[in-house]
């Protein structure tokens, strides 16, 4: 691939990986989780499947690396784009808000790049130094699991693997679009449906907060150092679910509890872990719960049914605070 980012001129979406990975002067370290993806094909896919109908005017990436994807997603910050979406003043931010953000300069459009090596950050201000001082590129050095997400609309990255269900569960509940790599196997279970062998808790607390869809698989070639596993592209499309949860702490602690007895029946399932679900009752629960239901086992309950019998155990359980 030719670098046209050598021409003088700003250009984004057409960087190198493996150009950009010489000039950053470090390589990936599998040890810190490191495995940067360097297929140009798939990297230049990857913004293009965020929904259609995406506000793309404040982008978050997660593990910026040495900026392959950062690149691209500049080039998709930096074109003009559908102003229209959510506006960014109710956004729902994990933990405190992004006062880092807050003296910067006044831009319609950006992205965020949260990168845990200081070496890697200093490189992407460095390597896109224009797009910094243009208040285009905003890099916050820090981990991804401990740092305030800064107010975004949409995210693509390519999560390190080691914590991507932690991060991916900082992001869900923002309720915004994302295009996330994943494990391919972590994939699968987050797009499962109940009765499938891979379907569970993730796939339960998941879909609560999206539609889930793999929309791309990756082999394990595309990225250097190259991951024991393949991986697969996941997209996550907001949505509300179609049954209603008054308590959705209690709501993920519950499914928690009985996919840790996934091979009981509900029935013992309940009884065996209110100790995990905060259930002081859980005789109570068993004996307001239709036989049908107790003799199913957990991997059968699809989120709606998971719902119905939350709420039960809520009102007969005396659930108390874990």
Do not use: W
Not at 55 to 62: K, N, R
Not at 138 to 161: K, Q, S
């Amino acid at each position: 691939m030719t670098d046209r980012s050598l021409d003088g001129e700003p250009v984004y979406g057409a960087r190198d990986p493996d150009a950009l990975a010489r000039r950053a002067g470090t390589r990936a370290d599998p040890d810190h989780d490191q495995h940067f993806l360097v297929d140009d094909r798939v990297l230049d896919r990857l913004p293009t499947y965020l929904p259609d109908d995406a506000d793309t005017s404040h982008v978050l990436e997660i593990g910026g690396g040495a900026g392959a994807l950062t690149d691209r997603l500049l080039a998709l910050v930096d074109a003009p784009g559908d102003m229209d979406g959510a506006a960014t003043d109710d956004i729902t931010t994990d933990g405190p808000s992004a006062d880092h953000l807050a003296d910067g300069p006044s831009v319609d459009r950006r992205l965020s790049v949260i990168e845990r090596d200081p070496a890697f950050a200093a490189f992407l201000r460095e390597e896109f130094a224009d797009a910094v001082a243009a208040g285009t590129l905003d890099v916050i050095a820090g981990d991804a699991l401990e740092v305030p997400f800064p107010p975004f609309t949409a995210c693509v990255a390519n999560l390190p693997y080691g914590v991507s269900s932690e991060i991916a569960f900082r992001l869900l509940p923002t309720k915004r679009p994302l295009v996330l790599t994943f494990q391919a196997e972590f994939a699968d279970r987050m797009v499962a449906s109940a009765g499938e062998s891979e379907y569970g808790r993730l796939s339960v607390s998941a879909q609560h907060y999206a539609a889930v869809e793999i929309v791309e698989r990756i082999p394990k070639e595309a990225f250097d150092p190259q991951p024991a596993v393949e991986s697969a592209v996941v997209r996550c499309t907001p949505r509300d679910p179609e049954y209603v949860v008054d308590d959705e702490a209690f709501f993920l602690r519950f499914v928690k509890a009985l996919f840790t007895q996934r091979r009981k029946t509900v029935r013992n399932a309940i009884r065996n872990t209110g100790h995990i679900s905060g259930l002081d009752d859980p005789e109570a629960v068993v004996a307001a719960t239709d036989e049908e239901l107790l003799r199913q086992r957990p991997g059968k309950l699809d989120p709606s049914a998971f719902a119905a019998l939350a709420a039960l155990a809520r009102e007969h359980g005396s659930p108390t605070e874990v």
